[in-house]
């Protein structure tokens, strides 16, 4: 999605896009199914791009739930996927965009460049949805995992593992006393 600079007013112009209704976020979605990730409801973003010459900053909230394995049991699950988002955008002149002094300041100031009249909303939203998917998901706060024995899910069943004595070069460690000095 392109939005034309000379179209915003100055201030606060709001935009509301779903993935059912938008072209261009369908093919996103298509793209992010395209590369294994299964969104489970209609992705949804908020934005709020302010204008104030000649800089913009976008603000906004992207919705969706998606389909992850929990990094502890191994089940899958639907994560529900609430993240807000700040970007600072400038404009710059054409061709100065690649140049090595704006791409150094772009990585220290954390600002996203753009050139023309229009930003591409696509870039943005794509890496806001990477940006929200936790390195490791959980299917719940407190997943006890699998089993490392007999790899039973010890959310649905415990195992009788745990009670078997492991013995390891270091169990006789167990049987050391330690005196207390007074």
């Known amino acids: 999605m392109r939005i034309s600079i000379t179209s915003l007013v100055e201030g606060e112009n709001t935009f509301h896009f779903n993935s059912l209704k938008e072209d261009w976020l ?50 899958n699950f639907n994560l529900k996927l609430d993240s807000n988002f700040e970007v600072a955008l400038a404009n710059v002149p054409s061709g100065k965009l690649r140049s090595p002094e704006l791409t150094e300041e772009s990585e220290e100031l954390d600002i996203n460049f753009f050139e023309g009249n229009e930003i591409d909303l696509t870039p943005i939203i ?17 997943c006890l995992g699998i089993c490392q024995q007999c790899g039973a899910n010890l959310n649905t069943k415990m195992c009788k593992c ?15 006393k330690l005196f207390k000095q007074e």
């Open 162 to 176: 745990a009670e078997k004595k492991s013995v390891t070069p270091f169990s006789v460690l167990q049987e050391v």
């Open 126 to 142: 794509t890496e806001q949805f990477f940006l929200s998917i936790p390195y490791q998901s959980l299917c719940k706060p407190d």
């Open 26 to 75: 369908k093919k996103l979605v298509e793209d992010l199914i395209h590369q294994g990730y299964q969104l489970k409801s209609p992705l949804i973003i908020d934005t709020n791009l302010t204008k104030v010459d000649p800089d913009f900053y976008l603000r906004g909230k992207l919705s969706c739930s998606v389909e992850q394995t929990c990094a502890r049991c191994a089940e």
